[in-house]
């Protein structure tokens, strides 16, 4: 059953409407990494939370407690508990998405400012949280206000679970899903779930989502002096941190992206033809890779081991160095303590819970082997297993339909390269199936400079969810 | 000729006057390698110049041109000349310091605000710029002022030659020096050169220094991506830019500190038994460079192999990254620019040209042996000669003297590891002695956090700059 005509109408002749509201949720900065801008991100949770109440959703603000981020106890934001419907003949589905976003500043690159929505003549609308993950929560209002100004009933139940911490490690959230999927809890009769948090691979195939990886994310101090030091002073005196640091990190990974810890690149068994064949048929090439990247820096021209690399082995990446000179110019600084960070992309079997001690163990015994007098301290900021979903299931059926229905193409099915713990979570919680259903496109530049998501993209892609319910309720289980 | 006991008494009852000038001097943000203060140290030059003409120094204030920083196009600050008296019976001495100091922000680690000079409880004037170099430059208005006050005529005649870019590579002032230093320039009849800048080897030892490491600075730059990327959608897909970056960061310099560019550390011949006596008799322990340093990191317990790495050893130090995640918190990033900071102290005959093509020679081949699709730029930021000094000259031994009447102790005689460019320009423009005649601490962290400098060292220090006034005067060339 696919959705009526006038809900596909009704979303067209409200675009306009629909992206001044997009404006308006990127023009609060809830950035969850930083802790000056926690006030933006409750902030945003009770825009939200308005917006959802006046779309007829019974709503309630979920405190999560108090978290330590960079040394100060912060206050969690709430989560967003919502529901709309409650007729038992009626499938019911939980939607998650997150209202908190990636750090930006213009100066990082950024052509405009990022909280501020700025529409370009390409249909691009640019702003931090376009795409990742305000778009997507936006889309699902659309969706709610269709029926509400019509006075239609929503062919499922609804339940919704939205968060402001997804960005900084979803604190707090396994628990609060734990407690509401167990009898009596909030989510009680949830059917299937759909998570409203990702992108296809390209910027013409849409794409359901059946796997993610995991993610264990690793900061590594080193530190020796009582302070910064002058580089004329104690150049050759002393053991610098930045050089064991640097001689640290440089122990990672290799060019070629090969993780070299012992244990973990091995932990993966290898790819059989049928699974290769798999990579082999998606829409996606190495032309895609290297457009997305804005660069011809791919690492294999072999489409498939390209795949793979991003889909179904682990990965690992420098991030940055905290404490070390980063300002433009020339400082003769010996910095007194400078702390790595980097990331592991983790993919079935591997888990945080194995992958960190070879980490640990491995940094342990390789600054052993530097033989300087600096100390070591390892912490693992945040984590989350890696997840694999049947894509055969009737959710994802409803959502092929959908996706036919208004983008007269099949959907790809692919497993992808970032992480979102909380589906691990409702998966394991539930016990039903988990849909990713992404809006956006591979080249939305989520996580980096520009953020973008096509007006395209914002409207089909509200069409695409409204849709996907009605192809739900129609649908056997 | 000591220095008239008049004098001495002068500079103690006056010290809470000088110390609240230092106070005003400190509140001014003359960093020089920060474009947004650039007009901060406009300022200080002015602000600097007004001191001089009220205790009757004739100046001009010399525009130095323009130059490019962190890709913007800014006026360098003036330099300030200076002179007074024209006895052609009297010996002529120019003074050289900067106004100008290293950026400083509360959040790097400072206890209290940098700016804003602190007066503790044992003595200690913590500030941005008190060692480092205004609280040197202000003991010379001391001096000055005392002969104002008490209509007194300086025993020599004395030119100045403040500059407000040392901490920035000394932009425009090798070209000014060169110019006055010829026949009918403004330091003509100059008989010896004190520069004001530096410091004693530890917290007890006066110090005159009669060598300086040299400097080169280098940026390198590793790009690919168009943009900054996300992890978990390009990990192990893409050539990272921070994984080329921190291999090759890694291969500049091990743990005992060693230079790894083939050549650099082999330019220097090994020190001769009568030369490692010099180091075997300094005032200066491994546990005064730990105390220094705050930390027992020290390379060697081996004294004399310690002090020749900071003196008369080349070394390198990695300072930061630029365009890497720099930040508190956890971000999955892969950023597409990535700069690396290091430089390299010199020591004859070791020159930037000599050593600056090795060192782009290894870059560039470490780099091919990545076989990486990424880009890499090199940039040499600024960099200055080595420098080493008679020190049997009777400029220092007008300085020995006046160091015996003031602090009743021989001083050390030294070679420092920092470096101040112009003191070699000094040199072979003018064609006479140079002397580095010290006023701070080891200790003082200067280039550092909670920089200090002692009230003693202030107060003494001023004593001492008038004292070797008065022993110049006399002493026979």
Chains 1, 2 share one sequence.
């Not at 100060?72 to 419907?85: F, R």
């Not at 640091?245 to 932990?267: A, F, K, S, T, Y």
């Not at 055969?392 to 193409?409: I, P």
Request: overall charge negative; some cysteine.
């Amino acid at each position: 059953m696919a959705a009526p005509t006038e809900f596909l109408t009704y979303i067209d002749s409200k675009a306009d409407a629909f992206i001044q509201r997009l404006a308006d949720a990127v023009a609060i900065q809830s950035v969850s990494g930083d802790a000056k801008r926690r006030g933006e991100v409750v902030r945003m949770a009770h825009w939200l939370d308005g917006q959802l109440k006046a779309l007829g959703v019974e709503t309630k603000l979920v405190d999560l407690g108090k978290h330590v981020m960079d040394g100060v106890e912060l206050d969690l934001p709430p989560a967003i508990l919502g529901s709309i419907g409650n007729d038992p003949k009626k499938k019911t589905v939980l939607i998650y998405g997150h209202f908190d976003v990636q750090p930006a500043n213009k100066s990082d690159g950024w052509d405009t400012e990022p909280f501020e929505l700025v529409i370009k003549e390409n249909g691009q609308l640019v702003g931090r949280g376009s795409s990742d993950d305000k778009g997507p929560i936006l889309g699902w209002l659309n969706v709610l206000e269709y029926h509400r100004d019509n006075q239609k009933p929503l062919p499922v139940n609804i339940k919704f679970c939205f968060e402001g911490m997804e960005e900084s490690g979803s604190e707090g959230l396994d628990e609060l899903v734990e407690k509401e999927s167990k009898a009596g809890g909030y989510f009680e009769g949830v059917d299937c779930v759909c998570i409203s948090d990702n992108y296809w691979l390209n910027d013409r195939t849409p794409v359901l989502t059946y796997g993610l990886r995991g993610l264990t994310y690793f900061k590594v101090t080193v530190s020796g002096p009582g302070r910064d030091l002058h580089s004329g002073v104690f150049g050759r005196t002393v053991h610098e941190p930045m050089t064991d640091l640097i001689h640290l990190m440089g122990r990672l990974v290799d060019q070629q992206g090969n993780i070299l810890v012992p244990g973990v690149d091995e932990m993966v068994p290898p790819a059989d033809d049928e699974e290769k064949a798999i990579y082999e048929a998606l829409d996606y090439s190495i032309s895609d890779v290297e457009s997305a990247a804005g660069g011809q820096i791919s690492l294999t021209s072999n489409k498939v081991d390209l795949l793979m690399g991003r889909m179904r082995n682990p990965s690992l990446s420098l991030h940055g160095i905290e404490g070390a000179f980063s300002e433009p110019g020339a400082k003769t600084v010996i910095p007194a303590k400078v702390s790595g960070k980097f990331s592991i992309r983790l993919v079935p079997p591997q888990t945080p819970e194995a992958v960190n001690p070879l980490v640990i163990e491995y940094l342990k015994s390789e600054f052993a082997k530097l033989n300087t007098k600096n100390k070591l301290e390892i912490e693992g900021l945040h984590g989350g297993k890696p997840w694999v979903a049947d894509h055969k299931h009737w959710n994802f059926e409803a959502a092929k339909r959908a996706t036919r229905s208004v983008y007269k193409q099949e959907p790809d099915l692919t497993r992808e390269g970032g992480s979102i713990p909380v589906t691990l979570t409702f998966a394991e919680s539930l016990g039903v199936n988990v849909l990713l259903l992404p809006m956006g496109r591979g080249d939305d530049g989520a996580h980096s400079t520009n953020e973008k998501l096509d007006r395209s993209n914002f409207i089909e892609g509200s069409k695409l969810l409204g849709s996907y319910l009605y192809e739900l309720a129609a649908i056997s289980k």
